[in-house]
C-alpha cells in the first residue's frame, strides 16, 4: 500500500481534505504523515513549505500561488469572489458560509503560510530541494492564484511534469478523482 500526506495550503485544513481523504483511501492508498510518505500531495502555499527529510520520491503540487508581478492580495480577492459564487451555485450559502468559516480557522492556524504568500509568490524555490524526486505540477484551468503560464519555468526541470486540469484552485476538495487518478499505483 502507497502511504499518501496531504499538506493543505494556508486556508485550509482537515475539514476542507476530508472529501479528499475518503477517496485516497477508498483508492487504495494510505493517508499518513509526511515523515512516512511515498507521495506528498501538496497544495497551494503548502508547496513552499515541503519537508526538508523525507523519504517520498513522488511529489504532487497543486497550484502553487505562483504568479510574477501580479498581486497576491488582487488574486486572493478573486479567488475568493470566485470560489463563492460557484459554491453558492452548487451547493447554497450554508456551503459558503462554512467554507469561509474553515479559512479564516485555518488562516489564523497558520500565521507561518501567510508570511511564506506573501514573500514567496513569485518564485518556485522550492523546485530546487526536489530535483532528485518525481514531481507534477498541477494547474487547474479557472485558477486565480497559480500563473497559466507556470509551465515556462518549470520546463528547465526535466523530473517536473506540468498538468493541467479543469476547475478552480480548490477543485481537489469535492473533485477527488482526476487527481488520484495522476497517483502512482506502485512505487
Known amino acids: 500500500m502507497i502511504n499518501?500526506?496531504?499538506?493543505?495550503?494556508?486556508?485550509?485544513?482537515?475539514?476542507?481534505?476530508?472529501?479528499?481523504?475518503?477517496a485516497l483511501?477508498?483508492?487504495?492508498?494510505?493517508?499518513?504523515?509526511?515523515?512516512?510518505?511515498?507521495?506528498?500531495?501538496a497544495h497551494s502555499t503548502a508547496c513552499y513549505d515541503l519537508p526538508a527529510k523525507t523519504s517520498a520520491t513522488y511529489f504532487v503540487l497543486i497550484?502553487?500561488?505562483?504568479?510574477?508581478?501580479?498581486?497576491?492580495?488582487?488574486?486572493?480577492?478573486d479567488k475568493k469572489k470566485f470560489d463563492t459564487k460557484l459554491a453558492k451555485q452548487a451547493l447554497g450559502w450554508k456551503a459558503v458560509a462554512q467554507k469561509t468559516f474553515w479559512e479564516i480557522v485555518y488562516i489564523f492556524a497558520k500565521p507561518k503560510y501567510t508570511q511564506i504568500a506573501l514573500q514567496h509568490n513569485s518564485q518556485l524555490t522550492f523546485l530546487e530541494k526536489l530535483k532528485e524526486k518525481n514531481v507534477g505540477i498541477i494547474h487547474n484551468e479557472n485558477d486565480y492564484l497559480c500563473s497559466p503560464d507556470i509551465q515556462v519555468p518549470i520546463a528547465s526541470y526535466p523530473n517536473v511534469k506540468f498538468i493541467r486540469l479543469p476547475g478552480g484552485h480548490d477543485d481537489y476538495y469535492t473533485n477527488p478523482q482526476p487527481y488520484i487518478d495522476l497517483l502512482p499505483k506502485s512505487l
Open 4 to 22: 499518501v500526506a496531504i499538506m493543505q495550503g494556508w486556508a485550509g485544513g482537515k475539514w476542507n481534505t476530508r472529501e479528499f481523504e475518503a
Open 25 to 41: 483511501a477508498a483508492a487504495g492508498y494510505n493517508v499518513t504523515p509526511t515523515l512516512h510518505a511515498d507521495v506528498i500531495i
Open 63 to 77: 497550484d502553487p500561488p505562483y504568479w510574477p508581478g501580479k498581486s497576491i492580495v488582487k488574486r486572493m480577492l
